[in-house]
């Protein structure tokens, strides 16, 4: 529940930062410009959000008979989760890798990658397929993907907004005040949108663990599985959009250094430690 209201907050305080920055930079007639942005996009990214990331991945259909393990494990969760059997795909990458799609239940698909099916045993892969069967119960890929439309429109504002002042519309907004509170926005706007679709990623990803622990009734399996998968992209990463990476279990591109603090994924440590802290029935 904590989780959820926190996902809340944060999606509330997104719509807001749009909300203000469209009017901002965008002037009297910003907020219907921004509202009709989001709107569009919402709509979009609702319909089609398995379908585009079917395409991005270049997954495709996988036949039971090629993976009669991994449509086993599935039909279980479902049993389990109470939810319906999801439409399964392939990924064809080496690396062990996994991700859920689609606007609710009925409409869901899971990706597995080729790695994923040939390297982990049943007990870890079925706690890989437990998590995405999380955040479909838990509708967190319609969640983060509204997430990542509502950052991206505000970099196009943001952007739209640098255009105009480039262009003369600084030099009409008069006073010197107004220009650097519209400076200020351009550069912090994205940025804190970039970091709260990281804290929202990051929320759902330990709430899908835990759910995924309860739907496996095995905790082991997943964090075991975590740990090989985090092993081998830190060795070899995806290559992969970077705007499908929050997608998956793991985060399939590198994430040392810098770039893993904005990472849309927790610390692997952290998220094995839960898992091992949990006390599942």
Avoid: C
Avoid at 82 to 100: G, S, Y
Avoid at 237 to 260: D, Y
Wanted: glycine share 6%; aromatic share 6%.
């Amino acid at each position: 529940m904590i989780n959820h209201i926190k996902t809340m907050f944060l999606m509330i305080f997104l719509t807001i930062i749009l909300l203000v920055a469209g009017e901002l930079l965008l002037g009297d007639g910003g907020i219907v410009i921004a509202l009709f942005v989001a709107v569009v996009l919402n709509f979009f990214a609702y319909w089609y959000s398995d379908k585009m990331a079917i395409m991005m991945t270049r997954s495709r259909p996988l036949k039971e008979s090629d993976a009669p393990q991994v449509y086993e494990a599935v039909r279980e969760l479902a049993a389990n989760s109470n939810l319906p059997m999801p439409r399964i795909f392939l990924m064809p990458t080496e690396q062990p890798n996994a991700f859920a799609a689609g606007r609710n239940p009925a409409n869901s698909v899971v990706a597995v990658t080729q790695g994923l099916v040939s390297m982990l045993n049943q007990r870890e892969l079925k706690g890989v397929l437990a998590h995405e069967m999380a955040h479909i119960r838990n509708r967190d890929i319609l969640v983060s993907t509204v997430a990542a439309v509502i950052a991206g429109a505000l970099m196009v504002i943001a952007r739209f907004g640098m255009y105009g002042m480039m262009f003369g519309g600084g030099r009409r907004d008069g006073h010197p005040a107004l220009l650097l509170i519209k400076l200020g926005a351009m550069i912090l706007a994205p940025i804190v949108a970039i970091l709260i679709r990281m804290a929202i990623s990051r929320t759902r990803e330990y709430q899908a663990d835990a759910t995924g622990a309860t739907f496996a009734r095995d905790p082991e399996g997943l964090a075991s599985a975590l740990q090989k998968m985090e092993s081998y992209a830190r060795r070899r990463p995806l290559q992969v959009n970077e705007a499908a990476s929050h997608m998956f279990i793991v985060n399939p591109l590198s994430a040392k250094g810098l770039s893993g603090l904005f990472s849309t994924h927790p610390p692997i440590e952290d998220r094995i430690k839960r898992l091992r802290s949990l006390n599942v029935i």
